[in-house]
């Protein structure tokens, strides 16, 4: 005689209907990333031959790192005139790239050179290096952590005393894993991110590296750069809640304000209960 079935057969169907209506569901989830807009604040003058691959605002200036073998720079620039009054470039066997501040320091990673540079943030004195491994994009900070793109979906947590590798998160959206994660910035809780070669910033629960919701800056440089020029450049005046982005080459950098996004993390009363959690179960 053999062992009963623990379910009877309609009752195993249902089930996978059940589990079925389940996944239906969590794709929902997915296919619900909102898309949000813009408006202008302030247009600022920006330097057009800065190929901006690093962007961050401190004590009233921003500091900028460019890119290109033989044109790579770290520039503290005026934000009203777009004048640069200090630069530095880094030898031509290096491609600058992302770009912190952390404790006095700035940190400028290179693109496939695997190479940080630390230089201190006043006199533009070199303070170090370190090694990483990988591409280096983009580079922000939590407050405990340096955050850092590599073109993948992932991002990378690293220590910022020892550079350690401390973990990843990866990136995703209603479509999938979040590729070309280029130039960051940590706002309110969440990571932003440019994605390499569209007109889109990824808003990133660090946490489960879902992508909260798309900033679509379509439209925002007009005419429209040439191919290459691309949105890269988001900065964050966290004492004037001011969000500035720009792009490689381009004459302007703008202050924007986002239009139908939803609440910024850590000013979401109701995040903790938001739903947010569902993304820990759509993750691949
Ligand atoms: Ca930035």
Redesign the pocket.
Known sequence: MGSPRRFPVPLRCKTCAVLLVAVAAAAQVRAQTPVCSYTVINSYPHDDGAFTQ???YDGGVLFESTGLYGESSLRRVDLESGNVLQQIGLDAAYFGE??ALWDGNLIQLTWREHTAFLWNATSFASTGSFAYTGEGW?L?HDGRRLIMSDGSSNLRFLDPVTYAESGTVAVVDDDGPVDDLN???WIAGEIFANQWYTDRIARIDPDTGGVIAWINLDGLLDPQPPAGDVLN???WDAAGERLFVTGKRWPSLFEIELVGCPELRLFFDGFETGGLEDWSTTQP
Do not use: C, K, V
């Open positions: 690093g962007l961050l992302g770009l983009g922000t130039e960051l910035e450049g988001i900065a």
